[in-house]
């Protein structure tokens, strides 16, 4: 299972951390993206979306590529 996809999956279990749930089937069309390849549409959404993908990566210690890394740190700097 592609790193992005367990992120995901991994997120959609975490039941104790209800802040930072995600779907276990995403949206068609970003099964496999991470933050450098698809953005919620909505700009309210942007804050929540990176910070808890970035605390599902801190929490599994799952790696971040570089584009992914700036996307997350363009998204944190509002």
């Known amino acids: ?6 992120a995901q999956v991994i ?4 039941l104790g951390e209800a ?3 995600r779907p276990a089937s995403p949206a068609p069309g970003r099964r ?3 933050p450098s390849e698809w953005l ?6 942007l804050c929540w979306y990176g910070a808890g993908w970035t605390a599902t990566k ?3 210690g799952l ?3 570089e584009m992914e890394r700036e996307r997350l740190l363009d998204i944190a700097g509002g």
Do not use: C, F, N, T
């Not at 997120?11 to 975490?14: E, P, Q, R």
């Not at 919620?40 to 959404?45: C, L, T, V």
């Open 1 to 6: 299972m592609p790193a992005k996809v367990a």
């Open 11 to 14: 997120a959609g279990h975490s």
């Open 19 to 21: 802040d930072i749930l």
């Open 32 to 34: 496999d993206q991470d």
């Open 40 to 45: 919620p549409s909505a700009p309210e959404a």
């Open 58 to 60: 801190l929490r599994w």
């Open 63 to 65: 790696a971040v590529d």
